[in-house]
Protein backbone atom coordinates (compact mmCIF):
# COMPACT_ATOMS: atom_id res chain seq x y z
CA UNK A 1 0.00 0.00 0.00
CA UNK A 2 1.67 3.27 -0.78
CA UNK A 3 2.55 5.19 2.08
CA UNK A 4 0.75 8.39 1.62
CA UNK A 5 -2.65 6.36 1.46
CA UNK A 6 -1.87 4.61 4.50
CA UNK A 7 -1.66 8.58 6.18
CA UNK A 8 -4.56 8.74 4.54
CA UNK A 9 -6.58 5.42 6.48
CA UNK A 10 -9.22 7.14 8.65
CA UNK A 11 -7.70 7.14 12.43
CA UNK A 12 -8.45 9.68 15.00
CA UNK A 13 -4.99 11.00 14.71
CA UNK A 14 -5.98 11.61 11.04
CA UNK A 15 -9.35 12.62 10.68
CA UNK A 16 -8.94 15.87 11.49
CA UNK A 17 -6.26 16.23 8.73
CA UNK A 18 -8.50 14.80 6.29
CA UNK A 19 -11.34 17.57 6.93
CA UNK A 20 -8.94 20.48 7.06
CA UNK A 21 -6.26 19.95 3.99
CA UNK A 22 -7.73 19.95 0.71
CA UNK A 23 -5.58 18.03 -0.98
CA UNK A 24 -5.59 14.90 1.55
CA UNK A 25 -9.63 15.01 1.60
CA UNK A 26 -9.35 14.81 -2.56
CA UNK A 27 -7.11 11.69 -2.49
CA UNK A 28 -9.20 10.39 0.41
CA UNK A 29 -12.88 10.17 -1.59
CA UNK A 30 -10.97 9.14 -4.37
CA UNK A 31 -9.15 6.05 -3.34
CA UNK A 32 -10.84 4.73 -0.11
CA UNK A 33 -13.50 2.18 -1.09
CA UNK A 34 -15.17 2.06 2.23
CA UNK A 35 -18.37 3.84 1.61
CA UNK A 36 -18.98 4.40 5.06
CA UNK A 37 -15.74 6.29 5.71
CA UNK A 38 -16.79 8.23 3.11
CA UNK A 39 -20.09 9.24 4.15
CA UNK A 40 -18.45 9.70 7.78
CA UNK A 41 -15.78 12.39 6.55
CA UNK A 42 -18.49 14.24 4.84
CA UNK A 43 -20.64 14.79 7.36
CA UNK A 44 -18.18 16.37 9.30
CA UNK A 45 -16.54 18.36 6.82
CA UNK A 46 -18.36 21.76 8.65
CA UNK A 47 -17.26 25.14 7.71
CA UNK A 48 -15.58 25.54 4.13
CA UNK A 49 -13.76 28.25 3.79
CA UNK A 50 -14.26 30.37 -0.14
CA UNK A 51 -11.33 29.00 -1.11
CA UNK A 52 -11.40 25.74 -0.62
CA UNK A 53 -11.22 23.52 -3.91
CA UNK A 54 -14.96 22.28 -4.74
CA UNK A 55 -13.22 19.91 -7.65
CA UNK A 56 -13.24 16.86 -5.59
CA UNK A 57 -16.74 17.53 -4.30
CA UNK A 58 -18.33 18.32 -7.76
CA UNK A 59 -16.38 14.73 -8.75
CA UNK A 60 -18.21 13.43 -6.15
CA UNK A 61 -21.65 14.22 -7.88
CA UNK A 62 -21.71 11.49 -9.89
CA UNK A 63 -20.43 8.91 -7.45
CA UNK A 64 -22.96 5.93 -7.42
CA UNK A 65 -23.93 6.14 -3.69
CA UNK A 66 -26.72 8.26 -3.02
CA UNK A 67 -25.83 9.12 0.37
CA UNK A 68 -22.11 10.41 -0.95
CA UNK A 69 -24.09 12.52 -3.45
CA UNK A 70 -26.28 13.65 -1.13
CA UNK A 71 -23.28 14.92 1.59
CA UNK A 72 -21.27 16.03 -2.00
CA UNK A 73 -24.79 18.32 -2.88
CA UNK A 74 -25.18 19.80 0.90
CA UNK A 75 -21.58 20.74 1.16
CA UNK A 76 -21.33 22.43 -2.00
CA UNK A 77 -24.32 24.41 -0.78
CA UNK A 78 -22.40 26.09 2.24
CA UNK A 79 -20.36 27.72 -0.15
CA UNK A 80 -23.32 29.75 -1.43
CA UNK A 81 -21.88 30.43 -4.62
CA UNK A 82 -23.56 31.69 -7.84
CA UNK A 83 -21.13 29.86 -9.79
CA UNK A 84 -23.27 26.78 -8.83
CA UNK A 85 -26.51 27.74 -10.07
CA UNK A 86 -26.77 25.47 -12.97
CA UNK A 87 -25.08 22.71 -11.32
CA UNK A 88 -27.43 22.51 -8.48
CA UNK A 89 -30.32 23.18 -11.37
CA UNK A 90 -28.77 19.83 -13.45
CA UNK A 91 -28.54 18.04 -10.13
CA UNK A 92 -32.51 18.88 -9.02
CA UNK A 93 -33.69 17.54 -12.02
CA UNK A 94 -31.44 14.28 -13.19
CA UNK A 95 -30.23 12.62 -9.63
CA UNK A 96 -32.33 9.58 -9.72
CA UNK A 97 -32.43 9.85 -6.07
CA UNK A 98 -35.48 12.06 -4.32
CA UNK A 99 -33.36 13.00 -1.53
CA UNK A 100 -30.63 14.49 -3.65
CA UNK A 101 -32.89 16.01 -6.03
CA UNK A 102 -34.24 17.97 -2.97
CA UNK A 103 -30.99 18.56 -1.51
CA UNK A 104 -29.59 20.34 -4.95
CA UNK A 105 -33.23 22.39 -4.91
CA UNK A 106 -32.41 23.34 -1.05
CA UNK A 107 -28.58 24.51 -2.91
CA UNK A 108 -30.56 26.39 -5.30
CA UNK A 109 -32.51 27.82 -2.83
CA UNK A 110 -29.25 28.76 -0.05
CA UNK A 111 -27.55 30.90 -2.93
CA UNK A 112 -30.40 33.56 -2.04
CA UNK A 113 -29.76 35.51 -5.21
CA UNK A 114 -33.27 35.98 -7.92
CA UNK A 115 -31.47 34.75 -10.80
CA UNK A 116 -32.83 31.16 -9.05
CA UNK A 117 -36.15 32.51 -8.97
CA UNK A 118 -37.03 31.16 -12.44
CA UNK A 119 -35.76 28.00 -11.92
CA UNK A 120 -37.19 27.19 -8.86
CA UNK A 121 -40.60 28.21 -9.83
CA UNK A 122 -39.83 25.47 -12.59
CA UNK A 123 -39.04 22.97 -10.07
CA UNK A 124 -42.83 23.44 -8.15
CA UNK A 125 -44.13 21.43 -11.11
CA UNK A 126 -42.18 18.39 -10.06
CA UNK A 127 -43.81 15.27 -9.91
CA UNK A 128 -42.06 14.77 -6.29
CA UNK A 129 -44.15 16.68 -3.74
CA UNK A 130 -40.73 16.85 -1.78
CA UNK A 131 -38.84 19.04 -4.79
CA UNK A 132 -41.42 21.28 -5.02
CA UNK A 133 -41.95 22.21 -1.06
CA UNK A 134 -38.12 22.41 -1.17
CA UNK A 135 -38.79 24.77 -3.81
CA UNK A 136 -41.51 26.75 -1.74
CA UNK A 137 -39.58 26.71 0.80
CA UNK A 138 -37.03 28.62 -1.23
CA UNK A 139 -38.98 30.70 -2.83
CA UNK A 140 -39.96 31.92 0.21
CA UNK A 141 -37.45 34.00 0.61
CA UNK A 142 -38.57 36.49 -2.28
CA UNK A 143 -42.08 36.54 -1.21
CA UNK A 144 -42.26 39.80 -2.22
CA UNK A 145 -41.30 39.26 -5.65
CA UNK A 146 -44.48 39.45 -7.93
CA UNK A 147 -43.74 36.66 -9.85
CA UNK A 148 -42.99 34.93 -7.01
CA UNK A 149 -46.56 35.53 -5.11
CA UNK A 150 -48.48 34.33 -8.55
CA UNK A 151 -46.17 31.34 -8.43
CA UNK A 152 -47.17 30.84 -4.82
CA UNK A 153 -50.49 31.47 -4.97
CA UNK A 154 -50.77 28.56 -7.86
CA UNK A 155 -49.25 26.61 -5.44
CA UNK A 156 -52.25 26.49 -3.09
CA UNK A 157 -54.06 24.23 -5.40
CA UNK A 158 -51.50 21.80 -5.60
CA UNK A 159 -53.17 18.53 -6.26
CA UNK A 160 -50.98 16.69 -3.70
CA UNK A 161 -52.30 17.90 0.27
CA UNK A 162 -48.98 17.68 1.72
CA UNK A 163 -47.94 20.77 -0.54
CA UNK A 164 -50.94 22.88 -0.11
CA UNK A 165 -50.58 21.75 3.82
CA UNK A 166 -47.35 23.33 3.77
CA UNK A 167 -47.64 26.24 2.11
CA UNK A 168 -50.88 26.76 3.73
CA UNK A 169 -48.72 26.66 7.11
CA UNK A 170 -45.79 28.77 5.31
CA UNK A 171 -48.39 31.68 4.16
CA UNK A 172 -51.67 31.27 6.68
CA UNK A 173 -50.76 33.99 8.77
CA UNK A 174 -50.43 37.25 6.47
CA UNK A 175 -47.45 39.60 7.05
CA UNK A 176 -48.81 43.58 7.02
CA UNK A 177 -48.07 43.80 3.42
CA UNK A 178 -50.25 40.51 2.52
CA UNK A 179 -53.18 41.79 5.13
CA UNK A 180 -53.32 44.72 2.93
CA UNK A 181 -53.30 43.32 -0.02
CA UNK A 182 -56.84 43.66 -1.28
CA UNK A 183 -57.06 40.51 -3.43
CA UNK A 184 -55.02 38.33 -0.81
CA UNK A 185 -57.14 35.27 0.18
CA UNK A 186 -56.10 33.59 3.27
CA UNK A 187 -55.16 29.84 2.47
CA UNK A 188 -56.46 28.83 5.81
CA UNK A 189 -60.28 29.77 4.32
CA UNK A 190 -59.42 28.78 1.45
CA UNK A 191 -62.39 26.19 -0.36
CA UNK A 192 -63.24 25.67 3.46
CA UNK A 193 -66.37 24.08 4.93
CA UNK A 194 -66.87 24.26 9.08
CA UNK A 195 -69.57 22.19 10.57
CA UNK A 196 -70.18 24.51 13.37
CA UNK A 197 -72.38 27.65 15.13
CA UNK A 198 -71.01 30.73 13.17
CA UNK A 199 -71.08 32.38 16.52
CA UNK A 200 -68.77 30.47 17.42
CA UNK A 201 -66.29 30.05 14.76
CA UNK A 202 -66.38 33.36 13.21
CA UNK A 203 -64.18 34.87 16.28
CA UNK A 204 -61.72 32.58 14.88
CA UNK A 205 -61.50 34.51 11.10
CA UNK A 206 -58.96 37.10 10.82
CA UNK A 207 -60.23 40.67 9.86
CA UNK A 208 -60.85 41.41 6.66
CA UNK A 209 -60.33 38.22 5.05
CA UNK A 210 -63.79 38.13 2.95
CA UNK A 211 -64.59 39.99 -0.52
CA UNK A 212 -68.18 39.10 -0.56
CA UNK A 213 -70.91 37.72 1.63
CA UNK A 214 -74.10 36.26 0.13
CA UNK A 215 -76.08 34.23 2.68
CA UNK A 216 -79.88 33.74 3.62
CA UNK A 217 -79.92 33.50 7.21
CA UNK A 218 -82.57 30.73 9.04
CA UNK A 219 -86.27 32.23 9.00
CA UNK A 220 -86.66 32.87 12.26
CA UNK A 221 -89.16 30.15 13.52
CA UNK A 222 -90.40 29.20 10.23
CA UNK A 223 -88.52 25.74 9.59
CA UNK A 224 -87.95 23.56 11.61
CA UNK A 225 -84.28 24.45 11.67
CA UNK A 226 -84.99 27.19 13.94
CA UNK A 227 -84.94 27.56 17.60
CA UNK A 228 -85.12 30.53 18.87
CA UNK A 229 -87.33 31.88 21.47
CA UNK A 230 -88.48 34.90 20.37
CA UNK A 231 -87.99 37.22 17.51
CA UNK A 232 -86.41 39.83 19.30
CA UNK A 233 -83.81 36.82 20.29
CA UNK A 234 -83.66 35.74 16.55
CA UNK A 235 -82.98 39.74 15.65
CA UNK A 236 -80.38 39.59 18.43
CA UNK A 237 -78.24 36.81 16.97
CA UNK A 238 -78.47 38.14 13.52
CA UNK A 239 -77.42 41.33 14.65
CA UNK A 240 -74.14 39.00 16.40
CA UNK A 241 -73.77 37.18 12.79
CA UNK A 242 -73.71 40.35 11.34
CA UNK A 243 -71.33 43.12 12.86
CA UNK A 244 -68.84 39.69 12.72
CA UNK A 245 -69.11 39.62 8.86
CA UNK A 246 -68.61 43.15 9.01
CA UNK A 247 -65.61 42.42 10.98
CA UNK A 248 -64.12 40.10 8.72
CA UNK A 249 -65.04 42.04 5.16
CA UNK A 250 -62.51 43.75 3.37
CA UNK A 251 -62.71 47.49 2.99
CA UNK A 252 -65.48 48.94 0.88
CA UNK A 253 -66.49 45.24 0.04
CA UNK A 254 -70.04 44.04 -0.36
CA UNK A 255 -72.96 41.99 1.66
CA UNK A 256 -75.70 40.65 0.22
CA UNK A 257 -79.00 39.57 1.97
CA UNK A 258 -81.10 37.52 1.17
CA UNK A 259 -84.30 37.45 3.34
CA UNK A 260 -88.78 38.26 3.40
CA UNK A 261 -91.25 38.66 5.57
CA UNK A 262 -92.39 35.31 6.86
CA UNK A 263 -95.72 33.94 8.06
CA UNK A 264 -96.01 31.94 11.54
CA UNK A 265 -99.45 29.99 10.91
CA UNK A 266 -102.19 31.46 13.34
CA UNK A 267 -102.64 28.84 16.37
CA UNK A 268 -106.11 28.06 15.97
CA UNK A 269 -109.27 29.70 14.06
CA UNK A 270 -109.33 32.07 17.30
CA UNK A 271 -106.34 33.39 16.51
CA UNK A 272 -104.42 35.79 13.03
CA UNK A 273 -101.52 34.06 11.98
CA UNK A 274 -98.42 36.63 11.97
CA UNK A 275 -96.23 37.96 9.58
CA UNK A 276 -92.69 39.28 10.44
CA UNK A 277 -91.16 41.96 8.64
CA UNK A 278 -87.60 40.54 8.23
CA UNK A 279 -85.85 42.63 5.83
CA UNK A 280 -87.44 45.37 7.39
CA UNK A 281 -86.66 44.85 10.67
CA UNK A 282 -82.65 43.37 10.01
CA UNK A 283 -81.84 46.73 7.73
CA UNK A 284 -81.95 49.53 10.65
CA UNK A 285 -79.28 47.79 12.57
CA UNK A 286 -77.20 46.55 9.17
CA UNK A 287 -76.82 50.80 8.91
CA UNK A 288 -76.16 51.02 12.75
CA UNK A 289 -72.97 48.75 12.77
CA UNK A 290 -71.38 50.77 9.73
CA UNK A 291 -73.00 48.96 6.34
CA UNK A 292 -73.75 51.21 3.50
CA UNK A 293 -77.15 50.50 2.15
CA UNK A 294 -76.47 49.96 -1.81
CA UNK A 295 -79.37 48.31 -3.72
CA UNK A 296 -82.90 46.72 -3.14
CA UNK A 297 -83.16 43.73 -5.98
CA UNK A 298 -86.64 42.25 -5.93
CA UNK A 299 -86.07 38.38 -6.31
CA UNK A 300 -89.60 37.32 -8.31
CA UNK A 301 -90.80 33.70 -8.22
CA UNK A 302 -93.87 32.21 -10.45
CA UNK A 303 -97.32 33.08 -8.63
CA UNK A 304 -97.67 29.12 -9.00
CA UNK A 305 -94.39 28.41 -7.25
CA UNK A 306 -95.54 30.29 -3.57
CA UNK A 307 -98.17 29.09 -1.30
CA UNK A 308 -101.65 30.36 -2.18
CA UNK A 309 -102.63 32.83 0.51
CA UNK A 310 -105.73 34.67 -1.59
CA UNK A 311 -107.93 31.29 -2.42
CA UNK A 312 -110.44 33.03 0.52
CA UNK A 313 -110.12 36.88 -0.85
CA UNK A 314 -110.91 34.88 -4.33
CA UNK A 315 -114.59 33.75 -2.75
CA UNK A 316 -115.48 36.37 -0.27
CA UNK A 317 -113.98 39.87 -1.69
CA UNK A 318 -114.26 41.59 1.57
CA UNK A 319 -112.26 44.39 1.83
CA UNK A 320 -109.57 44.60 5.09
CA UNK A 321 -109.07 40.83 4.74
CA UNK A 322 -107.07 40.69 1.50
CA UNK A 323 -103.61 38.95 1.44
CA UNK A 324 -101.66 38.75 -1.90
CA UNK A 325 -99.75 35.86 -2.63
CA UNK A 326 -96.34 36.70 -1.85
CA UNK A 327 -94.23 36.47 -4.74
CA UNK A 328 -91.01 38.47 -3.78
CA UNK A 329 -87.94 38.06 -1.66
CA UNK A 330 -85.60 40.73 -0.46
CA UNK A 331 -81.75 40.91 -1.76
CA UNK A 332 -80.29 43.11 0.09
CA UNK A 333 -77.13 44.71 -1.07
CA UNK A 334 -74.52 46.55 1.30
CA UNK A 335 -70.73 48.17 1.42
CA UNK A 336 -68.57 47.71 4.00
CA UNK A 337 -67.81 51.96 4.98
CA UNK A 338 -65.30 53.53 3.51
CA UNK A 339 -64.11 56.82 2.15
CA UNK A 340 -62.69 54.92 -1.25
CA UNK A 341 -64.44 54.81 -4.52
CA UNK A 342 -65.42 51.71 -5.82
CA UNK A 343 -62.47 52.00 -8.63
CA UNK A 344 -60.13 51.95 -5.23
CA UNK A 345 -61.10 48.22 -5.07
CA UNK A 346 -60.91 47.50 -8.60
CA UNK A 347 -57.62 49.12 -9.06
CA UNK A 348 -56.34 46.86 -6.69
CA UNK A 349 -56.47 44.00 -9.02
CA UNK A 350 -53.98 42.92 -11.67
CA UNK A 351 -55.49 44.15 -15.12
CA UNK A 352 -55.49 40.51 -16.42
CA UNK A 353 -57.63 39.73 -13.21
CA UNK A 354 -60.31 42.62 -14.10
CA UNK A 355 -60.58 41.60 -17.71
CA UNK A 356 -61.44 38.08 -16.71
CA UNK A 357 -63.94 38.68 -14.02
CA UNK A 358 -66.11 41.26 -16.68
CA UNK A 359 -69.81 40.16 -16.96
CA UNK A 360 -70.91 38.56 -19.88
CA UNK A 361 -73.89 39.74 -21.65
CA UNK A 362 -77.80 38.48 -20.83
CA UNK A 363 -76.73 40.55 -17.58
CA UNK A 364 -80.15 41.79 -14.89
CA UNK A 365 -80.73 45.74 -16.11
CA UNK A 366 -83.36 46.07 -13.35
CA UNK A 367 -83.42 45.70 -9.74
CA UNK A 368 -86.32 42.85 -10.64
CA UNK A 369 -84.99 39.58 -11.38
CA UNK A 370 -87.47 36.75 -12.41
CA UNK A 371 -86.32 33.64 -11.06
CA UNK A 372 -87.62 29.93 -10.28
CA UNK A 373 -87.33 28.98 -6.83
CA UNK A 374 -84.99 25.88 -6.46
CA UNK A 375 -86.65 23.01 -4.66
CA UNK A 376 -84.35 20.35 -3.13
CA UNK A 377 -85.49 17.00 -1.24
CA UNK A 378 -82.87 17.48 1.01
CA UNK A 379 -82.86 20.95 2.43
CA UNK A 380 -85.83 23.49 2.60
CA UNK A 381 -84.69 26.84 1.64
CA UNK A 382 -81.93 26.96 -0.93
CA UNK A 383 -80.80 29.28 -3.29
CA UNK A 384 -81.19 28.88 -6.69
CA UNK A 385 -77.44 28.69 -8.27
CA UNK A 386 -78.89 31.08 -10.94
CA UNK A 387 -79.24 33.84 -7.91
CA UNK A 388 -76.35 32.61 -6.70
CA UNK A 389 -74.07 33.27 -10.33
CA UNK A 390 -75.74 36.91 -10.62
CA UNK A 391 -74.39 38.03 -7.30
CA UNK A 392 -70.90 36.30 -7.35
CA UNK A 393 -70.71 37.47 -10.56
CA UNK A 394 -71.75 41.18 -10.20
CA UNK A 395 -70.08 41.37 -6.73
CA UNK A 396 -66.64 39.58 -7.05
CA UNK A 397 -63.60 39.38 -8.70
CA UNK A 398 -62.15 35.90 -10.46
CA UNK A 399 -60.07 34.55 -7.31
CA UNK A 400 -61.94 36.06 -4.27
CA UNK A 401 -63.04 34.90 -1.18
CA UNK A 402 -66.53 34.44 -0.98
CA UNK A 403 -68.38 33.43 2.24
CA UNK A 404 -72.06 32.24 3.09
CA UNK A 405 -72.40 31.87 7.09
CA UNK A 406 -75.57 29.94 6.60
CA UNK A 407 -74.39 27.26 3.68
CA UNK A 408 -77.69 25.04 3.99
CA UNK A 409 -76.91 22.90 0.92
CA UNK A 410 -74.18 24.56 -0.13
CA UNK A 411 -74.73 26.10 -3.09
CA UNK A 412 -72.61 29.27 -2.94
CA UNK A 413 -69.67 26.76 -2.58
CA UNK A 414 -71.06 25.54 -6.18
CA UNK A 415 -71.68 28.66 -7.93
CA UNK A 416 -68.54 30.38 -6.52
CA UNK A 417 -66.19 27.35 -7.87
CA UNK A 418 -68.11 27.24 -11.57
CA UNK A 419 -67.09 30.84 -11.54
CA UNK A 420 -63.65 30.64 -10.65
CA UNK A 421 -64.37 32.06 -6.80
CA UNK A 422 -63.15 30.69 -3.55
CA UNK A 423 -65.54 29.92 -0.72
CA UNK A 424 -65.62 29.71 3.00
CA UNK A 425 -69.48 28.04 4.52
CA UNK A 426 -70.49 27.45 8.24
CA UNK A 427 -73.25 25.38 8.80
CA UNK A 428 -74.64 24.31 11.97
CA UNK A 429 -76.92 21.19 11.06
CA UNK A 430 -74.60 17.77 11.34
CA UNK A 431 -77.06 16.17 8.60
CA UNK A 432 -77.34 19.34 6.22
CA UNK A 433 -73.33 19.57 6.22
CA UNK A 434 -72.58 15.72 5.72
CA UNK A 435 -75.18 16.19 2.25
CA UNK A 436 -73.62 19.36 1.21
CA UNK A 437 -70.50 16.85 1.67
CA UNK A 438 -71.53 14.36 -0.11
CA UNK A 439 -73.45 16.72 -3.42
CA UNK A 440 -69.79 19.14 -3.34
CA UNK A 441 -67.37 15.83 -3.75
CA UNK A 442 -69.70 13.57 -5.60
CA UNK A 443 -72.74 15.26 -7.69
CA UNK A 444 -70.52 18.68 -8.62
CA UNK A 445 -66.82 16.51 -8.40
CA UNK A 446 -65.06 19.65 -6.78
CA UNK A 447 -61.62 18.97 -5.41
CA UNK A 448 -59.64 20.69 -2.67
CA UNK A 449 -62.20 21.54 -0.72
CA UNK A 450 -61.59 20.94 2.72
CA UNK A 451 -64.50 19.91 5.41
CA UNK A 452 -64.37 20.78 8.89
CA UNK A 453 -65.40 20.24 12.54
CA UNK A 454 -65.46 23.13 14.80
CA UNK A 455 -63.09 21.67 16.37
CA UNK A 456 -60.42 21.29 13.45
CA UNK A 457 -61.18 24.80 12.67
CA UNK A 458 -59.96 26.16 15.61
CA UNK A 459 -56.98 24.23 16.02
CA UNK A 460 -56.28 25.17 12.21
CA UNK A 461 -56.28 28.52 13.20
CA UNK A 462 -54.40 28.44 16.35
CA UNK A 463 -51.36 26.50 14.88
C1 LIG B 1 -82.02 29.44 4.68
S1 LIG B 1 -80.91 28.16 4.96
C2 LIG B 1 -79.61 28.50 3.83
C3 LIG B 1 -79.70 27.69 2.58
C4 LIG B 1 -78.58 27.96 1.61
N1 LIG B 1 -78.61 29.31 1.13
C5 LIG B 1 -78.62 26.97 0.44
O1 LIG B 1 -78.60 27.40 -0.71
O2 LIG B 1 -78.67 25.77 0.67
C6 LIG B 1 -80.18 28.59 6.49
C7 LIG B 1 -79.16 27.60 7.01
O3 LIG B 1 -78.54 28.16 8.15
C8 LIG B 1 -78.20 27.11 9.03
N2 LIG B 1 -77.97 27.70 10.37
C9 LIG B 1 -78.89 28.11 11.26
N3 LIG B 1 -78.31 28.60 12.36
C10 LIG B 1 -76.97 28.52 12.17
C11 LIG B 1 -75.82 28.88 12.94
N4 LIG B 1 -75.96 29.38 14.17
N5 LIG B 1 -74.60 28.67 12.42
C12 LIG B 1 -74.45 28.12 11.18
N6 LIG B 1 -75.50 27.75 10.39
C13 LIG B 1 -76.74 27.96 10.88
C14 LIG B 1 -79.40 26.19 8.94
O4 LIG B 1 -79.10 24.86 9.39
C15 LIG B 1 -79.75 26.26 7.47
O5 LIG B 1 -79.12 25.22 6.75
Redesign the pocket.
Known sequence: MNQKWHDLMITEENFSEILTDPEKFAFFMENESNNGKRIQVLEKLGYLDKNFDKRPLLKLLADSNDQVRFLAVKNLAKFSDFSLLDTFYYISTHDPTSMVRREAVSGLGRLRHKSAIPYLIKLTDDKDPKVVMQAIRALLVFKNNPTVINCLEKTMDHPNELVRDYITAEIARPTKDTLSKHSYVNPILKNVIVN????E?LPYVPEESIHLTF?????YNA?D??IYSSYSEYLV?LRK?FTEVYRITKEGRFFVL?TSPIIIPRASRNHSSKRYPIPFDIHPLLIEMGWEFIDDIVWEKPEFTVKNRIAGFLQHRKPLAYKPNAVTEMIMVYRKKTTRLLDWNIHQYDPKIVNDSKVKDGFETTNVWKIDP?Y?KL?????PIEL?NKIISYYSMVGDLVF?????????AKSAHGLRRNFFL????TN?FAN?KESILIDNKIQNVTFLSTDDFQRRINK
Open positions: GDVLLTSPPYRYSFVNKDHSAVFCDPFGGSGTITEIDYM
